[in-house]
C-alpha cells in the first residue's frame, strides 16, 4: 500500500444496493457473474477502492466524487458529491489520485448565473443513500435535490446522464446547467485553459482544453486534455465562470497559480432551457496527448448525436464477462456472501494498470504502454500472479509495457501514475514482475532485454532513486548490505529502510539469478551469493519486549552501520502496536511494517530462517504469536506471504487454518469487507488465492495448496484452453473440514504441499479429500516446498 499516501439493461436499472447495509440484498441463483459482483466493497473504512464505471484495465473511469474519502473518487461515508469525473485510481492511499475536470449539474435559483453554486464548497450535495446503483460497467446515483446521475465508460471517454425530471422545479421553472471545474481531487492544477463552444442551432455545447496536475505520489507534473459534449436540450447561454461569478462572455479562460500560489477556482458551463423533454447526456473524451485525439476518442467510441448509453453498458459488461470467463465455481452450498466476495475481488484485479496504449505522452513506440502501477511494491506479489493465469495476455502485455519504459527511460518503473514516476517503496519490484512472467512461461516476451533491464537495476545507481532502482549500491556490493545511515554520496533517495531494503534487494537479485540460470549466463553464482545477503543484518540474541514484557523470541533483524556495528530498532516499531512508518512520516529501517513481520521476508529461503529461529517448533510459535498478538498487520503487502510459511515446516493445515482465520473476519463483502486500502486490488488478490486454495510465492514456481473454500474450483488457461480444477472431497461448507488427508493430482497419489504453474496450463485435476484434524500428508521434508538451502544447509532449491 501507499498508505500515506446475462442481465439484462432493463434488470440493471432497478436493482439497488443500499449503501451501509450489513447483509447483501439477496440475489437470484443467477448465471450471470456480474451479478456476484458488487464494487462497492471497500468503499468504507480506507479501502479506497475505485466503485465507479470502468472497463477492464480501462483508462477512463467515471465515478462521482466525494468530498470525504476521495482516495478512489467515491465512498459511502456519508459525505457528499462535489462532481462527476473520468480518471480515477482504485485502492490507493495518501493523496486522492486523478479526479480532473468534474463536472456538475444543478438548477440555479433564479435565472441570474450568480445565483448558481460553482465552487466545490457552495456546490456539495448529500446524494440518497439507497439510490446508488454500482454495477460493472455501470453507476447512478441520485442527489439530494433529485436530480438523478447515471454514468458508464468506454476505453477513453464517459459518458454521464443527468435526468432533472425529479428534481421539484424539474419539468417547471429553472433551467439546467452543467459546469466544469478546471481541478482534480487534491487541487493540484498548476495551470488550466478551457474553451467553450454552442453548437450550431443550440443543440448542445462543447467544451474543451487541457491542466497541468501534479501526480498523486510522484515526481514531475503531467498534462490532461478533455473534450467534454453536452447534449440533450436547446442550449440557452454558455461561458466561464471564477469563484461564484460567471458570465456569457467571454468563452475562453487561462487560469495558473499566481505568485501567492493562490488557487482560483474556475471553469466553463453551459445552460440550457427548462423544461427538457429528457435526460442531458455528457460526454467526456479524455486524452494525455491532445485536445483533438480527446474529442477523437469520445467521437470514435461513443458517437453521436444521440449517446447510446445502454448500448455503451452492455458492450463494458460484455468486456467484464469476458474477463470473468475463465473461472467457474462450484459453491457447494457455501454462503453466497463468499461468492460475493470473490468475484468481486476478482474484477477488482482489472481495474489498474490502466491500458494507456496510444496515450503515452513521453515516447511513441508500437509496444502496450500501462499506467497506474501503483504501486508495484503492491502488485508484484499476489496481484499480478493473478492476472497471470487469469489474463496471461494481458499481463504479457503489461511486462512488455514495463520494459518498454525501461528502454525509454533507462530504468524499469517501480511506482507510476498519471504517465508520472511514482516513489519507490523497497526494492525494484518489476525485477520480481519480470522473473515471475518467465518462470510461468509467458510468451511474447524478449527475455534478454528483461534480463539486461534487471542487472541495470543490479549494478548501476540512478542519481534518483527515489523514483527508480535501489540505492545505496557501491555499499551493497562491498559490505553485501545496506548500512544504517549509509554513507551514500552517489545518489538520492530517502535514506532509510535500510533493513527492508537488504531483505528486498536479497531477494530480486535471487530473482536475476534465476532468470541467468535459466537464460545460461554465467552470472548466476554471484546473485545467488547476494541473494543470501539479508543474513548479515540477522542479529541472533535481539530480544523484543512489549510493554516492558519479553516475548521470549530471540533474534531478529536489526539496523547495522557501515563500520559493522549494529543499531538498534524496536523489533515492534513500526508494527500496529506501535507508530506506522513510510517513506515521509516516520521514516525507519523497515518499511510500513515492523521488524517482527520482516522477519518472514525471505521468500526465497524460509528453510534458513526455520533453521536460524530454532527450528520447526519455535518458528511455528512466532508465527502464531505474530497473529495473535496484534503485531500483525493484515491490511498491507508485507504480511501475504506470512500467512502460508507454516508449508515449509510441514504444517499444511495451519496456513488453511490461518487463511480462514481472516476471510471472512477481514476480507469479507460488506462494505468495509477490506483491511485496509485494496492497493490497486493487491489485497482482493489475497483472498481470491486463498479462496481457489492456490497461493503464490512469485519469482518462484510455487503455489502452496490449501483446501479451496467452495467445493471445487475450475480455471480454463486462455494460454492454452485447457481446464484445470481444484475440488474437494467432504468439502463442508461450514468449514469444519479444513484439513488435507490425502491428494491425487489427475488421479495419482500427491503427497507435496506445493505444486507448480503447470497445473493451470496444463489443466490438471486436484482431488483433496478433507478432514477436521491434521493429517500426516504434505508434512515430509521432500514434500515442502523448494528453499534456497534446506535445514541441513545444502541446496535445495536450484539443483
Ligand atoms: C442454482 O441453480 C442451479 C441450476 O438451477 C442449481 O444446480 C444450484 O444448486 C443452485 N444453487 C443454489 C445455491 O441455489
Ligand atoms: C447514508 O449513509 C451514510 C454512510 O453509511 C450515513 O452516514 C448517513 O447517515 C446515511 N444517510 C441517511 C440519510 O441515511
Ligand atoms: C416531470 O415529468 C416526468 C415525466 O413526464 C414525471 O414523471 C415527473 O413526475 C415530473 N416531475 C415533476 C417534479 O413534476
Ligand atoms: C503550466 O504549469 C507547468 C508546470 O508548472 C509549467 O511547466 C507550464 O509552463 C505552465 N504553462 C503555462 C502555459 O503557463
Ligand atoms: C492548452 O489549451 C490552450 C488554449 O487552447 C492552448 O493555448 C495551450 O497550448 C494548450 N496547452 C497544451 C499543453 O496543449
Ligand atoms: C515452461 O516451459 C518449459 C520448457 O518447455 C517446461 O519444461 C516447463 O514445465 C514450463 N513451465 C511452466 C510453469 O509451464
Ligand atoms: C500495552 O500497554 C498499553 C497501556 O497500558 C495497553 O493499552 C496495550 O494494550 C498494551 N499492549 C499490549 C500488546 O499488551
Ligand atoms: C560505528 O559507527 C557508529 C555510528 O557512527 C558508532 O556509534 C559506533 O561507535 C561505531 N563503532 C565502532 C566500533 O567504531
Ligand atoms: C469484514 O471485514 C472488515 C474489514 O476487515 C471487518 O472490520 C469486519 O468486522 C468484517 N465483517 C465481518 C462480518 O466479518
Ligand atoms: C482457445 O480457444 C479460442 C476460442 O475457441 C481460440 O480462438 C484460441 O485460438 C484457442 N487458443 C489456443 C491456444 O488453443
Known amino acids: 500500500m501507499v498508505r500515506h499516501w446475462h442481465w439484462s439493461i432493463t434488470a440493471l436499472l432497478c436493482v439497488v444496493i443500499p449503501v451501509g447495509a450489513r447483509n447483501l440484498p439477496k440475489r437470484a441463483n443467477s448465471s450471470d457473474v456480474l451479478d456476484y459482483v458488487n464494487p462497492l466493497i471497500g468503499s468504507q473504512a480506507g479501502g479506497n477502492v475505485f466503485a465507479g464505471a470502468t472497463l477492464p484495465y480501462g483508462m477512463v473511469k467515471a465515478s462521482p466524487d466525494v468530498n470525504g474519502e476521495n482516495t478512489g473518487g467515491f465512498s459511502t461515508d456519508g459525505s457528499q458529491i462535489t462532481g462527476f469525473s473520468a480518471l480515477h485510481d482504485s485502492g490507493t492511499g495518501g493523496n486522492p489520485s486523478l479526479g480532473n475536470f468534474p463536472i456538475f449539474p444543478q438548477i440555479c435559483s433564479s435565472d441570474d448565473l450568480n445565483t448558481c ?327 511474447n516476451i524478449d527475455w534478454d532485454l528483461a534480463y539486461e533491464a534487471i542487472v541495470n537495476d543490479a549494478e548501476k545507481e540512478p542519481l534518483e532513486w527515489s523514483v527508480e532502482g535501489r540505492g545505496g549500491l557501491a555499499s551493497w556490493k562491498r559490505l553485501n548490505y545496506i548500512p544504517y545511515l549509509d554513507f551514500n554520496p552517489n545518489g538520492f533517495g530517502t535514506n532509510s529502510r535500510s533493513i527492508s531494503r537488504t531483505l528486498e534487494y536479497s531477494y530480486n537479485d535471487f530473482n536475476l539469478a534465476t532468470l541467468a540460470k535459466g537464460l545460461g549466463k554465467d552470472t548466476y553464482t554471484k546473485y545467488i551469493g547476494r541473494a543470501g545477503s539479508w543474513q548479515n543484518l540477522f542479529k541472533a540474541g535481539q530480544t523484543s519486549d512489549i510493554n516492558g514484557t519479553d516475548t521470549g523470541f530471540t533474534g531478529f533483524f536489526q539496523p547495522k552501520y557501515l563500520n559493522g556495528t549494529w543499531g538498534y530498532q524496536d523489533p515492534i516499531a513500526c508494527s500496529p502496536l506501535a507508530d506506522f512508518c513510510s517513506l515521509t512520516s516516520n521514516p525507519s529501517e523497515t518499511f510500513e511494517s515492523s521488524a517482527w513481520e520482516y522477519m518472514f521476508f525471505v521468500p526465497h529461503d524460509i528453510a534458513k530462517i526455520i533453521e536460524l529461529l530454532g527450528g520447526e517448533e519455535t518458528f511455528l510459535k512466532r508465527l502464531d504469536f505474530f497473529h495473535t498478538s496484534g503485531l500483525a498487520d493484515i491490511g498491507n503487502e508485507p504480511v501475504i506471504l506470512t500467512v502460508y510459511m507454516p508449508h515449509y515446516a510441514g504444517r499444511p493445515g495451519l496456513s488453511a487454518k ?42 518462484q514456481n510455487v503455489y502452496f495448496i490449501i483446501p479451496p473454500f467452495f467445493e471445487a474450483v475450475s480455471i480454463t488457461s486462455p494460454a492454452t484452453n485447457k481446464t484445470a480444477t481444484i475440488k474437494n472431497i467432504n468439502f463442508d461448507p461450514g468449514y469444519q473440514n479444513i484439513y488435507i488427508q490425502s491428494a491425487k493430482l489427475n488421479g495419482e497419489d500427491y503427497s507435496k504441499n506445493w505444486i507448480g504453474h503447470e497445473f493451470f496450463t496444463e489443466g490438471w485435476t486436484l482431488e483433496l479429500v478433507l478432514g477436521r484434524e491434521e493429517s500426516m500428508w504434505g508434512t515430509k521434508m521432500e514434500d515442502r516446498p523448494p528453499s534456497l538451502s534446506d535445514t541441513t544447509g545444502s541446496i535445495g532449491y536450484m539443483t
Open 658 to 699: 490461518r487463511a480462514h482465520y481472516y476471510i471472512p473476519s477481514r476480507f469479507n463483502s460488506s462494505l468495509a469487507g477490506l483491511p485496509g486500502n485494496d492497493d490497486s486490488g493487491a489485497m482482493a488478490s489475497f483472498t481470491l488465492f486463498s479462496t481457489i486454495g492456490l497461493f503464490p510465492n512469485p519469482g
Open 117 to 443: 453554486k460553482f465552487t466545490i464548497g457552495t456546490r456539495a450535495i448529500n446524494y440518497i443513500n439507497d439510490s446508488i446503483i454500482a454495477k460493472p460497467g455501470h453507476f447512478g446515483v441520485t442527489l439530494e435535490n433529485g436530480i438523478k446521475t447515471d454514468m458508464t465508460v468506454s476505453e477513453h471517454a464517459a459518458l454521464f446522464e443527468f435526468d432533472f425530471s425529479g428534481t421539484s422545479n424539474g419539468n417547471g421553472s429553472g433551467d439546467p446547467l452543467i459546469m466544469l471545474d478546471l481541478t482534480d481531487l487534491w487541487a493540484s492544477r498548476q495551470n488550466a485553459s478551457i474553451s467553450v463552444e454552442e453548437e450550431e442551432g443550440n443543440e448542445g455545447g462543447r467544451l474543451k482544453g487541457n491542466g497541468t496536475f501534479l501526480p498523486s505520489f510522484g515526481a514531475g507534473s503531467y498534462i490532461a486534455y478533455f473534450c467534454l459534449d453536452l447534449s440533450g436540450g436547446t442550449v440557452k447561454d454558455s461561458g466561464v465562470w471564477v469563484n461564484n461569478r460567471a458570465g456569457t462572455e467571454p468563452k475562453d479562460l487561462y487560469v495558473t497559480r499566481g505568485f501567492n500560489l493562490f488557487y482560483l477556482e474556475a471553469g466553463g458551463f453551459v445552460r440550457f432551457k427548462g423544461p427538457l423533454s429528457g435526460p442531458i447526456s455528457a460526454r467526456m473524451g479524455i486524452s494525455f496527448i491532445s485536445t483533438g485525439q480527446a474529442c477523437r476518442n469520445a467521437e470514435d467510441e461513443i458517437p453521436g448525436p444521440d449517446f447510446d448509453f445502454e448500448g455503451t453498458v452492455i458492450k463494458t459488461q460484455d468486456a467484464w464477462r469476458e474477463k470473468l470467463a475463465p473461472i467457474s465455481i462450484e459453491s457447494g452450498g457455501t454462503d453466497e456472501s463468499g461468492l460475493v466476495s470473490f468475484w468481486s475481488a476478482v474484477y477488482r484485479t482489472m481495474i489498474s494498470p490502466q491500458d494507456y496504449t496510444d496515450e503515452n505522452p513521453h515516447w511513441t513506440s508500437p509496444e502496450p504502454y500501462f499506467d497506474s502501477f501503483y504501486c508495484l511494491w503492491d502488485m508484484w506479489r499476489v496481484q499480478l500472479p493473478f492476472l497471470t493465469i487469469m489474463d496471461p495476455l494481458q499481463q504479457s502485455r503489461i511486462v512488455r509495457s514495463l520494459l518498454d519504459i525501461y528502454k525509454h527511460r533507462g530504468w524499469l518503473p517501480d511506482c507510476s501514475m498519471s504517465t508520472c514516476k511514482g516513489w519507490t517503496q523497497g526494492g525494484s519490484d518489476a525485477d520480481n514482475v519480470l522473473v515471475d512472467a518467465y518462470v510461468k512461461n509467458l510468451t
